[in-house]
């Protein structure tokens, strides 16, 4: 029957089973906290889905019964199993609202792989129900900053010129404006042999040599010494003309 497979995402949080909403859906009473009490208490007993799967899981109901019972136990086994045990009515109410918006949000947002990064979303991200939420919560400990999101680009530029083991690598040859405007830039700390070498499919170390971001053939996402690419005299005119 394969393994015990699971619908919820990560945040314990299933979809809503209506179709796409035009509006956002009224909050329903969620059934986490009646889970999570159902968690407590097969906690207390040995897990039934080992024994399932000890004896095998050879119909359809077998399997569902072992999944579910195997669900509850991570339920109990969560970091904020306690905080949900406890949560009063008015808290389940409001988790389960902004659990509906981000579900909206899935829905009314669109995001290609492109523009799967921060600064590809951001515009998105603005856009969205949850944000507004976000602006309108007290300051604390729901924040959650990144280095490289709090400090200018050009400050970390500069730290970056005497990184020995700093590279760079962008999704088109940097020959061109258009070019400029459009690729996508990364920045890495890693060793050399991670910089030249990447796994195949087949889990097989591939050497991939260094590419050079202002060569026509540069192939897309090579890794190149940020100390090279800033000592090529031709980046310049590449940028005067931008």
């Known amino acids: 029957m394969g393994g015990l497979c699971s619908t919820i995402d990560k945040d314990g949080d299933e979809p809503p089973t209506e179709s796409k909403p035009q509006t956002l859906p009224r909050a329903s009473k969620t059934k986490r ?3 999570m009490e159902a968690a407590r208490h097969s906690n207390r007993r040995s897990p039934g889905w080992r024994a399932a799967l000890d004896k095998g899981l050879d119909t359809p109901e077998s399997y569902e019964a072992a999944r579910k019972d195997m669900q509850l136990e991570e339920m109990a086994r969560a970091f904020d199993a306690d905080v949900l045990r406890s949560s009063s009515s008015i808290e389940q109410q409001a988790a389960e609202i902004v659990k509906r918006i981000r579900w909206f949000d899935r829905e009314q947002t669109s995001v290609s792989a492109a523009n799967a990064h921060f ?6 991200i603005n856009q969205t ?14 924040l959650h900053i990144h280095f490289n999101s709090c400090l200018p680009a050009a400050f970390l530029i500069r730290q970056a010129r005497d990184i020995g083991a700093m590279y760079i690598r962008s999704t088109l040859p940097l020959i061109s404006p258009e070019n400029l ?5 990364s920045f890495m700390v890693m060793t050399l042999e991670e910089a030249t070498h990447h796994k195949g499919a087949d889990g097989s170390e591939i050497y991939t040599p260094f590419g050079d971001l202002l060569d026509s053939k540069y192939k897309s ?3 190149m010494p940020y100390k090279d690419f800033r000592s090529v005299s031709k980046l310049s005119i590449v940028l005067a003309s931008y």
């Open 129 to 142: 129900e949850l944000f507004k939420v976000a602006k309108q919560m007290p300051k604390g400990s729901h």
């Open 221 to 223: 996402n090579t890794w």
């Open 181 to 185: 405007a459009t690729t996508r830039i």
């Open 119 to 124: 600064l590809g979303c951001v515009d998105l």
């Open 33 to 35: 906290p009646r889970q």
